[in-house]
């Protein structure tokens, strides 16, 4: 081989290999992101996809990934993710049993969980073993409050969505539903030919937590710690900036 083809040889070698890197670096700057449709955090018919979807793409692009975001139910995000199909999932609440399988991002917000009652019930809660007579509804794959989902002892009725509890206590056949509040309000709200009007509930005081929520990496997954730092990097530029803020008013969490 003479010298020419010696230099052609090795300047398509060497445009193979950066082709390649770029190809690499755009794959890791690109994260497929789990989540539910779960009101008014994540949803599709409100601005930017809900205040929790905003805040997350958002400190995402600050750490310099571009999110893209898939819907799901909770269930089977957490289980794709957990097996590495997707590379995070959000909004997750901590668990133990979770912190042996994700790798945790800084808290994003804060959500009230509540017990959420007919209007015309007789329920009182004090404390965990007041609710022992109650069937009570949870969504499958949630962490609701950790002595709560701790408490085996309780009529828990497993059910596929917040909607599916909410319709379930207003037929009469769960006596209580775990919920997010501001999730419980805006179900009723958007959904009142199936649910009946706010006045219909009561909002059991006082919560069974307040929960933060975080964005999640699987563990087993190659990249999770660096998309895990350049997320938290992303956030605090977020809240730093009053960003975070903006959002949160924008959306009328303020």
Not at 79 to 86: D, L, R, S
Not at 102 to 116: D, G, T
Not at 141 to 164: C, P, V
Request: hydrophobic share 40%.
């Amino acid at each position: 081989m003479n010298m020419p083809q010696n230099r052609l040889l090795n300047r398509c070698l060497t445009a193979l290999l950066l082709l390649a890197l770029s190809t690499m670096a755009c794959a890791e700057d690109r994260v497929a992101v789990a989540t539910l449709l779960w009101e008014p955090y994540v949803t599709t018919n409100t601005l930017n996809g809900g205040v929790a979807t905003e805040i997350v793409t958002k400190a995402f692009r600050l750490g310099g990934v571009q999110a893209e975001v898939m819907h799901m139910p909770w269930k089977d995000a957490i289980e794709k993710t957990e097996k590495g199909i997707y590379q995070a999932i959000y909004p997750a609440y901590f668990s133990l049993d979770r912190a042996g399988k994700f790798l945790i991002s800084e808290p994003f917000l804060c959500s009230p969980v509540v017990l959420v009652a007919r209007a015309g019930s007789a329920i009182s809660y004090n404390g965990l073993s007041s609710l022992e007579p109650y069937r009570i509804g949870v969504v499958a794959g949630y962490a609701n409050a950790e002595a709560f989902d701790d408490a085996t002892h309780l009529k828990k009725i497993t059910n596929s969505s917040d909607l599916d509890n909410l319709q379930k206590l207003k037929a009469g056949v769960i006596d209580l539903a775990a919920s997010d509040k501001l999730v419980a309000m805006s179900l009723i709200r958007n959904h009142p030919d199936i649910l009946g009007s706010l006045e219909d509930y009561r909002f059991m005081s006082p919560p069974l937590g307040n929960r933060d929520m975080y964005v999640m990496f699987p563990k087993q997954l190659k990249g999770s710690k660096r998309r895990l730092k350049r997320f938290n990097k992303g956030l605090k530029k977020l809240r730093d900036d009053g960003g975070m803020e903006s959002i949160i008013h924008t959306h009328g969490f303020r």
